[in-house]
Each structure stands twice: as structure tokens, then as C-alpha cells.
């Protein structure tokens, strides 16, 4: 690489669950660095999680990251130009970006959900997450998909 490796900043943890992977969730959640109204989203969120679940030995922030576990992908494919022809070549994922690519999956299709207000949202899609089903966890089994079929092309490693 041309420069060197970026340093990761530390992350405060959040001041209900005392979790950074939390902060890191409401980091990607918020627009307009509007940080108080993107925890309070998440907060809402997770409240309405212990009303609609099933489990009563799980808390909400475990059903959480359930649904987080559930649509975190281990493969991608990437393309790679070989000779005239792109390629969808299947490449394992690195442990910090599963875990971005599983938060940015799941605000994303939080966000195009039908129910009145973000934190419904968010929830519906959480705990539809936390049962393996949903658009979320859809999208992980697609890309694992593409990924076996893809497996023909994955000597051209980059």
C-alpha cells in the first residue's frame, strides 16, 4: 500500500449498555452528527425489543446481537478485471468489516421497513434478524450465494 495503516480511534462505550459495538451501531445509525436523537432511536429501539420478544432469558441488547451474528456474511465477491472479462471472485471478510458490513445491512433495510417511526423500525428488523428471517439476513444469504457460485473463478485471488 502506498500509505501506511490507518490508526482505529477508540470508541467510548454507551452510557445504558456500557458497549462499544453499540456506539459503533449508533455512529453508522446517525445522520447529520445528530448523535443524542440516534441513541435515543437505538434506545427506543431496544425497549421495543423487550416488549415484542419471545425469549425471557435473553435481554434485548443479546437479541441484538443475535440479529447482528445472523446477518454478518463470511464471504463477499469481488471483481477483478482478467485479460477483457470482470470476475466475481469470492474473498473471506475481515472480522471489523463483518461486523460493518452486518450494521450497515441492517440500519439499511431498517430504514426501508414500513412501520411508522425509525425505532419500529429498527426493532421489527432486529428481531426479525434474531429469527433468521427478514431483508437483512436475505441479503447475507444472496451474497453467500453468489459467493458458491463464483467459487470456479477463486484461483484468480488477487
Not at 432469558?57 to 451474528?69: G, P, R
Not at 474473498?91 to 460493518?100: N, V, Y
Amino acid at each position: 500500500m502506498r500509505k501506511k495503516q490507518v490508526k482505529q480511534r477508540p470508541l467510548l462505550p454507551d452510557p445504558k449498555f456500557g458497549d462499544q459495538l453499540v456506539t459503533r451501531f449508533v455512529n453508522m445509525m446517525m445522520w447529520d452528527g445528530k448523535k443524542s436523537i440516534a441513541f435515543k432511536i437505538f434506545y427506543d429501539a431496544m425497549d421495543l425489543v423487550e416488549e415484542k420478544k419471545q425469549d425471557d432469558e435473553k435481554t434485548a441488547l443479546e437479541v441484538w446481537k443475535d440479529a447482528l451474528s445472523n446477518v454478518m456474511p463470511h464471504v463477499e465477491v469481488r471483481s477483478r478485471r482478467v485479460g477483457g472479462a470482470t470476475f466475481q471472485i469470492p474473498a473471506q471478510i475481515r472480522p471489523d468489516r463483518k461486523i460493518s458490513i452486518a450494521m450497515k445491512w441492517l440500519i439499511g433495510y431498517s430504514r426501508k421497513r414500513n412501520e411508522k417511526t425509525m425505532s419500529a423500525k429498527l426493532a421489527a428488523e432486529v428481531l426479525a434478524a434474531a429469527k433468521e428471517e427478514g431483508a437483512a439476513v436475505k441479503k447475507r444469504v444472496d451474497t453467500h450465494r453468489m459467493a458458491e457460485a463464483n467459487k470456479a473463478f477463486s484461483h484468480f485471488r488477487f
